[in-house]
């Protein structure tokens, strides 16, 4: 069984769908992240989740929304995207928050907006 | 500010040794760690340093000097399926930066036969 699963693996909407991304965690870690990665550019942090609470925004406009119902699970929900938001959203988790510990990655979805 | 420079791409052989290198300017520093990204797949953890040194791992090895804002990957052996991206991330200081990791753009390794 994989540590960190990400539902869909691909995902195309136009601007005024809305759409939600889905990660679940199969390790008991307490910490989840959501990241974009685009082409040719760093990975950008947009949320961190610790114990289901929400502990940092990095200033990620509102059309990206988290929700975390419970340590295992994390979803991003999407809605009036624009086509600059295509790229790859990649889900971590980690064991706590603010500490030594790795981060494991799911395998991202990716997503373009038309 | 915040900055993670590493070279965009590099082309090795197979069988052959490759070092990747990174250097960092944070306002903050908690450890510094080494993702192998394969095409369409996720980052998977390689390394971890947060004390000055060589931390070798099979074929796998980083080092890192805190005082320089360096750190390098070496691989040894390489063999073809070595090529993915390599990303280099540090972590920020945990009480003024919530020990995020931030991420330079990764090294785009290509094993050549």
């Known amino acids: 069984e994989t540590g960190v699963t990400q539902t869909p693996r691909h995902l195309v909407m136009g601007m005024t769908n809305k759409k939600s991304l889905k990660c679940e965690q199969h390790?008991?870690?307490?910490?989840m992240y959501w990241y974009k990665q685009s082409a040719k550019k760093p990975l950008e942090l947009m949320f961190v989740y610790s114990l289901e609470e929400r502990v940092e925004n990095n200033s990620v406009p509102s059309r990206f929304s988290p929700e975390c119902p419970n340590s295992s699970h994390l979803f991003l929900h999407l809605h009036t995207l624009q086509p600059e938001d295509s790229a790859l959203y990649l889900c971590?988790?980690?064991?706590?928050?603010?500490?030594?510990?790795?981060?494991?990655f799911g395998p991202g979805t990716r997503l373009t907006v038309l | 500010g915040q900055n993670i420079d590493q070279p965009t791409e590099m082309t090795a052989t197979e069988g052959a040794i490759v070092q990747i290198n990174c250097t960092y300017q944070?306002?903050?520093?908690?450890?510094l760690f080494w993702y192998q990204q394969h095409a369409g797949e996720a980052p998977t953890f390689l390394s971890y340093n947060v004390l000055d040194g060589l931390e070798e791992k099979g074929r796998f090895s980083s080092f890192l000097s805190r005082s320089k804002g360096y750190s390098y990957l070496l691989l040894k052996e390489l063999q073809m399926k070595d090529s993915a991206s390599y990303l280099c991330a540090v972590r920020g200081n945990v009480y003024n930066q919530g020990g995020k990791l931030i991420f330079g753009q990764g090294t785009e390794l290509s094993v050549k036969p």
């Open positions: 971590a988790s980690s064991p706590d928050r603010g500490s030594t510990d790795t981060q494991y």
């Open positions: 944070t306002s903050g520093f908690n450890g």
């Open positions: 390790l008991g870690h307490n910490a």
